[in-house]
T-cell receptor, first 113, second 111 residues
Framework: DTEVTQTPKHLVMGMTNKKSLKCEQH?????MYWYKQKAKKPPELMFV???????INESVPSRFSPECPNSSLLNLHLHALQPEDSALYLC????????????FGSGTRLTVV | KNEVEQSPQNLTAQEGEFITINCSYS?????LHWLQQHPGGGIVSLFM???GKKKHGRLIATINIQEKHSSLHITASHPRDSAVYIC?????????????FGKGTHLIIQP
């Protein structure tokens, strides 16, 4: 299995809702990433998990809460989002050391209304 | 932190033309990624290369580590090649960190 699977593919949520994005990989990668991408811009790093521990938080607002329950799963919990949080949320995975290959998921298109 | 420059930012060409997209970076790296993103779509990894040249179908990627420069070529371009092409580099010291992305090249191939 050489894929990163993200669900759902599309999500519309109200500003008072709580929702979660899910990311799964079975390549044995021990680093997993959340990126946010606005239209016509490159992805921006949000969080990095290394060996299931949060290693990088790029000053992301607390309304985004990441979770890495095991080495294959990465979640992003969303609460009280703003319309400007509407974006494509991308998950990626890689080895921590050694082979520098990254694998991206196809993303979740989030719309906050 | 590595600085990644891509050119051109926008490119419109006719079907069948040979396309070249360039990428340069400021700090030595172990590998460089070429990524493709269709409008409204996710990111697909086209190549990861650390030296020389790789070919996949009509796509060719080259890298010159000494000059800190890479190129992506598309031969016999087709309208379905229309997408944003992004070069990206991992952290120069290794470890788990985000990629540094170029700003992307928006390619349109007209029939």
């Amino acid at each position: 299995d050489t894929e990163v699977t993200q669900t759902p593919k599309h999500l519309v949520m109200g500003m008072t809702n709580k929702k979660s994005l899910k990311c799964e990989q079975h390549m044995g990668h021990r680093a997993m990433y959340w990126y946010k991408q606005k239209a016509k811009k490159p992805p921006e790093l949000m969080f990095v998990y290394s060996y299931e521990k949060l290693s990088i938080n790029e000053s992301v607002p607390s309304r985004f809460s990441p979770e890495c329950p095991n080495s294959s799963l990465l979640n992003l919990h969303l609460h009280a989002l703003q319309p400007e949080d509407s974006a494509l949320y991308l998950c990626a995975s890689s080895q921590v050391w050694g082979e520098p290959g990254y694998t991206f998921g196809s993303g979740t298109r989030l719309t906050v209304v | 932190k590595n600085e990644v420059e891509q050119s051109p930012q926008n490119l419109t060409a006719q079907e069948g033309e040979f396309i070249t997209i360039n990428c340069s970076y400021s700090v030595g790296i172990s590998a460089l990624h070429w990524l493709q993103q269709h409008p409204g779509g996710g990111i697909v990894s086209l190549f990861m290369l650390s030296s020389g040249k790789k070919k996949h179908g009509r796509l060719i990627a080259t890298i010159n580590i000494q000059e800190k420069h890479s190129s992506l070529h598309i031969t016999a371009s087709h309208p379905r090649d229309s997408a944003v092409y992004i070069c990206a580099v991992p952290p120069s010291g290794g470890g788990a960190d985000g990629l540094t992305f170029g700003k992307g090249t928006h390619l349109i191939i007209q029939p």
